[in-house]
């Protein structure tokens, strides 16, 4: 059983940026980001493969978001740049013990461990 436990998420302007944590309780295979708004699906942001660092990045936030890890901490990061009011959203950190085929990797199904969640509010 792994526990994970987010934190840094806030309140900043437009074109701001923030840096989300996520503290596993120990190693795990796979860790992503997820977001939610109310009344609408949960939105898988990045994966992060532990053990290799690979990460992969939905369309939505490439280029804009950025995932990292402090293996030493079991910490997985979210750096979040040129942040846009449409990124308002409670933020998850998930995780996964099994190997998932790239097309379900960003569905939440796919994780068995998940956090509380971090809110994130962007004003413009």
């Known amino acids: 059983q792994v526990q994970l436990a987010e934190s840094g998420g806030g309140s900043v302007q437009a074109g701001g940026s923030l840096r989300l944590s996520c503290a596993a309780s120990?190693?795990?295979?796979?860790k992503a980001w997820f977001r939610h708004i109310p009344e609408k699906e949960r939105e898988g942001l990045a994966v992060?493969?532990?053990?290799?660092?690979?990460?992969i990045y939905a369309d939505s936030v490439k280029g804009r978001f950025t995932v990292s890890q402090d293996n030493a901490k079991n910490t997985m990061y979210l750096q979040m740049d040129s942040l846009k009011p449409e990124d308002s959203a409670m933020y998850y950190c998930?995780?996964?013990?099994?190997?998932?085929?790239?097309?379900?990797?960003?569905?939440?199904?796919?994780?068995?461990?998940w956090g509380q969640g971090t809110q994130v509010t962007v004003s413009s």
């Open positions: 992060l493969y532990t053990g290799t660092s690979e990460t």
């Open positions: 998930a995780a996964g013990d099994t190997y998932i085929s790239p097309a379900g990797l960003f569905n939440f199904n796919a994780y068995d461990y």
């Open positions: 120990g190693y795990i295979y796979r």
